[in-house]
Every structure is written in structure tokens, then in C-alpha cells.
């Protein structure tokens, strides 16, 4: 089965710019969860959808939106970048069990550099 | 909330020699799963082991093993005969069965493994 995949994997915006983030789940897996990881903040949390449905939000301003499509693909967007958004952004998917999810498989991530 | 503490930033071990990752965790739940995650420095996350909380029998994988203490609340990797490739982060993760909350992470530790 081919794993997670994740577009693009490297990109370098300015600030204000907007960026869209994709990520493509393994084969049967309905769950994508999203995470921001720093040097500084580690692995933190954005959001995961499932079936099409955000079930999980983390603490991130309002700027940070996903979706998930029906073929559970799922893109991220950022808007109005900031500095600070500089970051190494991980997709994860999953299969879920009735309501709970199993272990998360993650992508290579995307390193976006804002300057 | 889960917590998710991992108290050792860096460790170092010589090549075949056998090393012990600490994590512990607290919750008031009584039924999630752990994870061991390894990021080498290619960034790619990968799944390294996994434990349900019900199961009184420690994971094993490989050289990979656990010592699964729900008591304590203590999860700790051990690695035998280490290999060069096993350097990269690690990051314990603790994961409820609600569904309801996402995947907690520690803030991980530097494994180094010197020939």
C-alpha cells in the first residue's frame, strides 16, 4: 500500500501570502489529522477530519483551515502568513474503529518557509 | 487533559549496545493506546510500536520493546543491539479511546547511536 503523501513537500511564501497544503491518506484510511512542528513549540496539533466532518480542532488562530474532500483526501490553508508560521507540517491518517481512531500514519511532511 | 512527559532531551548509545527511553503520561482515562514514534533526520514520522492500555502484555517489535507500567503511568522504549540508523528523535504519544481528543505528544528525545 502506498503511505501518506504530502504536496508540496518544500515552499517558501511571503508574508500576508496565503498557502494551501495537501495531503493524501493511505488506501481505507478515513482519518486525517494535521500538526505544525517547530524546533521551538514541538508537534502541536491543528486539526483532524473525518468523513468530510472537522472532529478535532486545536489552538490555532482562525487563519489555519482545512477540509476533507470525499475521496478523504485533505488540504490545509493558511492564510495571511505570518513569520512565525515558518514550520514543518505533518499529515497523518488513520483508520477508525467505529468512533476511535487507531494508530496514525504520517506523511514527509511539508517544510514551508515564510520570509 | 493528557499529558505526555519525556524527561531525557538527548541520549547517546554506543552501536550494539541496548538503551532506555522514559516517558510518562497522566490521564484519568482508563482505556487509550501509546505510541512510540521515531523521526529520523529525513523527517519522515514513523510508527515504531504500539500498546493498548488493556493489554497487560508489553509490545514488542524487533529490537524494539516496552516496559508498559499503568500504575505508574510510565511507558519506556528499549532498544537492543542499536544501529547507527536507529538515531533520530523520539516521541512518545498518548492517544484516549473517546476519539474525542487527539494525539498527545511528548516533546520528544534525541537519540544518538555512535559507532
Known amino acids: 500500500k502506498a503511505g501518506v503523501t504530502q504536496t508540496p513537500r518544500y515552499l517558501i511564501k511571503t508574508r500576508g501570502q496565503q498557502v494551501t497544503l495537501s495531503c493524501s491518506p493511505i488506501?481505507?484510511?478515513?482519518?486525517v489529522s494535521w500538526y505544525q512542528q517547530t524546533p521551538g513549540q514541538g508537534l502541536q496539533f491543528l486539526f483532524e477530519y473525518f468523513s468530510e466532518t472537522q472532529r478535532n480542532k486545536g489552538n490555532f488562530p482562525g487563519r489555519f483551515s482545512g477540509r476533507q474532500f470525499s475521496n478523504s483526501r485533505s488540504e490545509m490553508n493558511v492564510s495571511t502568513l505570518e513569520l512565525g508560521d515558518s514550520a514543518l507540517y505533518l499529515c497523518a491518517s488513520s483508520l477508525v474503529d467505529s468512533i476511535r481512531p487507531l494508530a496514525q500514519y504520517f506523511g514527509p511532511g511539508t517544510r514551508l518557509l515564510v520570509l | 487533559a493528557q499529558t505526555v512527559t519525556q524527561s531525557q532531551p538527548e541520549m547517546s548509545v554506543q552501536e550494539a549496545e541496548t538503551v532506555t527511553l522514559s516517558c510518562t503520561y497522566d490521564t484519568s482515562e482508563n482505556n487509550y493506546y501509546l505510541f512510540w514514534y521515531k523521526q529520523p533526520p529525513s523527517r519522515q514520522m514513523i510508527l515504531v510500536i504500539r500498546?493498548?492500555?488493556?493489554?497487560?502484555q508489553n509490545a514488542t517489535e524487533n529490537r524494539f520493546s516496552v516496559n508498559f507500567q499503568k500504575a505508574a503511568k510510565s511507558f519506556s522504549l528499549k532498544i537492543s543491539d542499536s544501529q547507527l540508523g536507529d538515531t533520530a528523535m523520539y516521541f512518545c504519544?498518548?492517544?484516549?479511546?473517546?476519539?474525542?481528543?487527539?494525539?498527545?505528544f511528548g516533546k520528544g528525545t534525541r537519540l544518538s547511536v555512535i559507532a
Open positions: 488506501s481505507g484510511h478515513r482519518s
Open positions: 500498546q493498548e492500555a488493556y493489554k497487560q
Open positions: 504519544a498518548f492517544l484516549d479511546f473517546s476519539g474525542n481528543t487527539p494525539l498527545v
